[in-house]
C-alpha cells in the first residue's frame, strides 16, 4: 500500500501531523508493506530565493494578525509540537522559499533518502538557531549530507535551478485536481483522504480502512483539523 504525503517543510501542522501518521504506523500490523511518498506543497509558492523575514513578522504582515495573536499562536504550536516529542522554538525563527528544498528532497528520493532528509529539515527549520532559508546552498547541502546524500551531487542540484523543477511542481498540480488546499494532506492508496494533523487515531483508521479494501477517494476525520494554507496555519483556540 503506498501513502503519499503532500507537505512543507514552513508548514508546522506538516510537522507534527508527520509525527502523528509515524505513531500510527509503527503500530499498524502491515507497516511493512506500507510505501511512504512525500510530495511537494509550497504555503509560499513564487516566492524569492532571497525573501527572508521573521515568522512573527510574517503573520502579521500576511495573514494580518496582532503580534500578541502571532505570538499565542507559536507558543500554541509550540506546546502541540511537545505533545508528539518534538522540539520547537516559538521564537526568532524566519520564513522563506522552500523551493530549493523540496528540489533537494526528489533528489533523495532517487537516493532512498528523502525521509530521513525531509525530517532532518524540519528540525532545522524548526527546532534549530541556524536558518535554512539565509545561510546560502552550503548548509542545505550540511543538511543534505546529514541524511546520507553525496555533498557534491547536493551542491550540483542546488546550482542548477532547473533540477527536480519539474517535479516539485508536477507534485503541486497533482494536489490541487485532488483538491488538497491546505496541507499536511495524505492520500493512502489513492483511495482515502485525510486532511491535516489528525490524531494518530484517525489515521490509524484510515490505515485500516485503505488495506481493506478500494474505494473512490473519501475523506476521513474531523473536517476543522489543523492544516496550514494560503490564508495561515490553523491554531486551536484552546
Known amino acids: 500500500m503506498r501513502v503519499e504525503i503532500w507537505s512543507d517543510i514552513a508548514c508546522p501542522w506538516c510537522y ?67 505533545a508528539e516529542g518534538l522540539d520547537y522554538r ?30 532532518i529539515l524540519y528540525r532545522a527549520n524548526f527546532a534549530e538557531e541556524r536558518s535554512v532559508y539565509t545561510e546560502g546552498d552550503e548548509r542545505l547541502v550540511e543538511l543534505a549530507v546529514e541524511a546520507g546524500l553525496d555533498a557534491d551531487a547536493a551542491r550540483a542540484v542546488l546550482a542548477d535551478p532547473t533540477a527536480h523543477a519539474d517535479e516539485v511542481r508536477a507534485d ?29 487515531e484517525v489515521f490509524t483508521q484510515a490505515l485500516t480502512q485503505a488495506w481493506g479494501g478500494r474505494s473512490p477517494l473519501k475523506p476521513v476525520g474531523a473536517s476543522g483539523a489543523e492544516t496550514c494554507g494560503p490564508d495561515g496555519c490553523a491554531v486551536p483556540q484552546h
Do not use: I
Not at 44 to 58: E, F, Y
Not at 174 to 199: C, H, I, K, N, W
Open 172 to 200: 503541486e498540480r497533482e494536489a490541487a485536481e485532488l483538491g488538497a488546499t491546505g496541507v499536511p494532506f495524505f492520500v493512502l492508496d489513492r483511495t482515502y483522504g485525510v486532511s491535516g494533523a489528525q490524531p494518530a
Open 16 to 82: 507534527v501531523g508527520k509525527a502523528r501518521f509515524e505513531k500510527a504506523l509503527a503500530a499498524f500490523p502491515h507497516r511493512d508493506d506500507v510505501e511512504v511518498v512525500h510530495r511537494s506543497f509550497e504555503l509560499d509558492p513564487g516566492r524569492a530565493k532571497g525573501d527572508v523575514q521573521p515568522v512573527l513578522t510574517m503573520l502579521t504582515r500576511k495573514y494580518g494578525m496582532s503580534e500578541a495573536q502571532a505570538r499565542a499562536g507559536e507558543d500554541n504550536l509550540g506546546a502541540q509540537a511537545a
Open 90 to 119: 516559538t521564537r526568532d525563527r524566519d520564513h522563506g522559499s522552500t523551493f530549493d528544498m523540496h528540489r533537494l528532497l526528489h533528489f533523495a528520493k532517487e537516493r532512498g533518502r528523502q525521509d530521513e532528509l525531509l525530517q
